[in-house]
């Protein structure tokens, strides 16, 4: 399957929750605030790529056997199949939410009170803002970033009729939706851009308007930087600049726009009318999410609270004692990420710890995980920061964060110029006695306390020794070069992390081949790698049993007679999002077993994953994290039906559930309902649908 039809296929998946009236309301309209969001980063980096390719007259084909060229075209049709069904699902919604007292209005029908109150708020929050720009000889087009949202004007000046056309672009400084004072019991909101054409007189005195339009920008996000750059730093922060200003590569524009505006707007922003997409209705779904009101929790989600985890409690909150008992596996947003924040901030604070060693891919930007980071090395102790600039669009952030750590007296490493360091761990070595111990922390998502409250994850603590030197070894060699030799229990990209999958999966072959039991279990976020790909095929001829919950790209075709009819597909959509890369081979013994190999993963099963970045794949030993991992968080996601989509040969995705059958089993409502199956490893496989049957 292509790539990007294959993401397209999943933003598809998203809209549809979008549609779901099993879903909360205004969690609908967070799913289509979503689906618009993704389409409009897809835009910006990878078809953005594949412009440059189709231009540069690239026309090698991809695995799937299609050109850059052929591509764009397909991709075209499909998103803007996507954007004319966003916006029939923002009509339904905004009927639904108008029906249940959240109405968007527009500056035709406002009582005289409103305009009154709008006005004053006008004045007071946004006229020293906004920034009205006439179109002239004098005056010529202005720039418009990446995002840009602006209106589009043709005024007629009262005292002679002279004619003047103008842009006023929407502050993106203060929020899309105004919210005017409740009536009665209704919440009420007025976009922002028609805040404006109702204060168009205060903007531009003496001219009325004749017509207008609005229109968004997307450009060429993708980031280049050079190779042999002396400061990487500098580098980025010259790269984000030439971000802010890269090549329009979609224009959408109001439906129906006067025909001389639009045609400025085209010129003037160099874009072919291929590049061009007419909106009939509102542009820039992607703020919608500003609707998401907690003052109506009734639309909403029903509140959860993450656990902390049992053998935490029962040693008065210390992590250390907790890990030195046993490793500890933790599933989160069930169990609270906390845990995390704890693990580094408890660390920060003990006389007893002497160094600390970090990667930072993604983080919050008040992060409690860099203040720990902070205080530690403020306090004396050896900190090293891994941090990776190149994690898109949080580059900025993360040479913020980089500054910070260095002020504190964290010694800051940025890795490889050509590798993105992706991989989850924390070290924490502590005086113990005579000895050093080392506490490690992988995980399968960012140290970031913000998105793991909705993201699916695991961290894994251990203070096995081995893995500690394992994760010691990858710091040497991202902080140093060092090389990596004698890894015991780990395996990383871009030096065995692919092979060591690939030798797992022959293993299974080799099995089926003896008549041994012969299983594969695998989630992740994307699969696409050919050589992991033909790799699986192979083994399904085999007849290896190969299941997989894969939530967004799908290379692989299942079930195809001969080829792949022994592995299943399905795609996880739902209240929170799958991000956790687990994998377990059955290794002879069948799956649920002892003899299983279980790992835990960073990397996605992607040429990018495998081959340019650092990443992790932790092998787990422990029989109680195994079980809790195979007949527990595994077991749960593939008898999941509520949520499910199941790909067919085709590479299309079909819902395995109707939205009336309101007792099929849901793995997110399970696992938040089930506290005894969390950090215990109590449950067996079989349990898993029963005990969610039994909640329903």
């Known amino acids: 399957m292509n790539r990007e039809l294959s993401w397209l296929s999943f933003n598809w998946r998203v809209l549809e929750e979008a549609k779901n009236p099993r879903v909360p309301l205004l969690e609908r309209v967070k799913f289509l605030s979503i689906s618009a969001s993704n389409l409009d980063e897809f835009y910006t980096v990878r078809v953005a790529g594949l412009r440059e390719l189709a231009r540069a007259g690239n026309t090698n084909p991809a695995a799937d056997g299609m050109t850059p060229a052929e591509q764009l075209s397909k991709i075209n049709v499909n998103a803007r199949e996507l954007l004319a069904s966003q916006q029939e699902v923002r009509q339904e919604l905004q009927g639904l939410l108008s029906e249940a007292g959240i109405k968007i209005l527009d500056h035709k029908n406002l009582t005289d009170a409103d305009v009154k109150w709008l006005r004053a ?31 589009a004007l043709k005024l007629k000046r009262k005292a002679d009729g002279r004619i003047l056309q103008a842009l006023l672009p929407v502050p993106n400084q203060i929020e899309r939706f105004v919210r005017l004072p409740n009536s009665g019991d209704e919440i009420r909101f007025l976009p922002l851009e028609d805040l404006l054409l109702l204060n168009v007189p205060a903007l531009f005195a003496g001219y009325e308007i004749r017509s207008h339009c609005a229109f968004l920008v997307l450009r060429d996000s993708d980031l280049e930087v050079e190779e042999e750059a002396e400061d990487l730093v500098r580098e980025f922060e010259t790269a984000l600049k030439r971000r802010r200003r890269g090549e329009v590569i979609r224009l959408k524009i109001s439906s129906g726009a006067p025909s001389d505006l639009r045609r400025v ?202 893995l500690g030197r394992d994760a010691t070894k990858v710091f040497n060699y991202i902080g140093g070069y060092a090389p990596l030799e004698g890894l015991e229990n780990l395996a990383i990209s871009p030096v065995n992390l692919k092979s060591t999958l690939l030798k797992n999966i022959k293993a299974e072959i080799e099995y089926a081949r003896k008549g041994k039991p012969a299983e594969i279990w695998a989630k992740l976020n994307s699969l696409i790698e050919p050589d992991i790909i033909d790799a699986l095929y192979e083994a399904s001829q085999e007849g290896v049993k190969i299941e997989l919950v894969v939530r967004g790209i799908c290379g692989l075709r299942p079930g195809i007679k001969g080829l792949s009819e022994n592995i299943r597909v399905k795609s996880i959509v739902g209240r929170f999002l799958e991000h956790s890369r687990l994998v377990c081979f059955s290794n002879g013994g069948g799956l649920p077993s002892k003899k299983a190999k279980v790992y835990i993963s960073s990397a996605d099963w992607m040429g990018r994953n495998l081959s340019r970045r650092v990443e992790t794949l932790v092998e787990i030993k422990n029989a109680t994290v195994k079980a809790q991992i195979v007949s527990q968080i595994m077991a749960a996601n593939l008898a999941d039906q509520s949520q499910s989509w199941v790909m067919n040969a085709m590479g299309d995705f079909e819902r395995q559930s109707d939205f009336t059958d309101r007792q099929q089993f849901n793995c997110h409502r399970f696992f938040m309902e089930n506290p005894s199956l969390s950090g215990r490893g109590t449950a067996g496989a079989a349990d898993v649908p029963k005990l969610a049957h039994s909640k329903d």
Not at 295 to 303: E, H, N, T
Not at 423 to 447: D, Q
């Open 121 to 151: 708020f006008f004045i007071e929050q946004v006229f020293p803002i906004v920034s009205p720009l006439a179109i002239d000889p004098a005056h010529p087009f202005p720039f418009l970033q990446n995002g840009g949202f602006s209106l």
């Open 265 to 466: 707007i085209v010129e003037n922003l160099h874009v072919s009318e291929d590049e061009v997409v007419e909106i009939k209705g509102l542009i820039g779904l992607a703020d919608l999410a500003e609707l998401v009101i907690e003052d109506r929790s009734d639309l909403l989600w029903p509140k959860f609270t993450p656990r902390v985890p049992e053998r935490v409690q029962d040693h008065d909150g210390d992590m250390f004692s907790a890990i030195k008992q046993k490793d500890m596996l933790l599933h989160h947003p069930y169990e609270t990420f906390d845990m995390v924040v704890r693990f580094l901030d408890q660390a920060a604070r003990d006389p007893n710890v002497v160094a600390i060693k970090q990667t930072l891919y993604r983080t919050s930007s008040e992060s409690p995980i860099v203040t720990a980071l902070c205080d530690a090395a403020e306090a004396g102790k050896s900190v090293t920061a891994l941090v990776e600039l190149k994690a898109r669009f949080d580059e900025a952030a993360n040479i913020r964060q980089s500054r910070r750590l260095e002020r504190s007296g964290a010694h800051v490493v940025y890795g490889f110029l050509n590798y993105k360091t992706h991989a989850k761990i924390s070290i924490v070595v502590r005086r113990e006695g005579k000895k050093l111990v080392t506490y490690t922390h992988f995980g399968t998502g960012n140290y970031h306390p913000i998105t793991a409250k909705f993201y699916t994850d695991v961290s894994f603590f251990t203070c096995d020794a081995a």
